[in-house]
């Protein structure tokens, strides 16, 4: 199953963010909140802003996979959904503003988000399959 190889890869994106949440918390000694540490704040939201939105995409990628999509429009959406995710979350480690990673992460993510539920959608109502 395709979509289980872009869950393992997302899987290890999302431990390599919340393993630095927690270095930086240790060396820091900063157990709850963010402790007004700017460094850290771009570290959990870098983290969390993974969580958010890779449950939902690989969601619809298994969806259209057991659906009969030909592999390489889920493999084009998984990709793009790993690429985007680590834009984002180098973009958002690096600056607290605006950054080329942040936006391009987050405009990549949305577009993903909208085509895949477009084919969600069309999926269902139009009976797409493989038979």
Not at 59 to 67: K, Q
Not at 109 to 130: D, P, Q, R, S
Request: glycine share 12%; net charge positive.
């Amino acid at each position: 199953m395709i979509t289980l190889f872009y869950a393992g890869l997302c899987t290890i994106l999302v431990v390599f963010l919340a393993t630095r949440v927690v270095q930086w918390r240790f060396r820091h000694k900063i157990g709850m909140g963010d402790g007004g540490d700017r460094q850290l704040l771009m570290r959990v939201r870098a983290h969390a802003n993974a969580v958010e939105y890779m449950p939902l995409a690989l969601i619809l990628l298994g969806g259209m996979e057991l659906n009969g999509y030909d592999d390489r429009i889920i493999h084009g959406f998984g990709a793009t959904l790993l690429a985007s995710r680590i834009a984002h979350a180098w973009g958002v480690s690096h600056s607290s503003g605006t950054s080329r990673g942040r936006f391009l992460g987050t405009l990549f993510t949305f577009l993903l988000l909208l085509a895949m539920a477009a084919f969600a959608i069309f999926g269902f109502l139009g009976g797409y399959a493989t038979e």
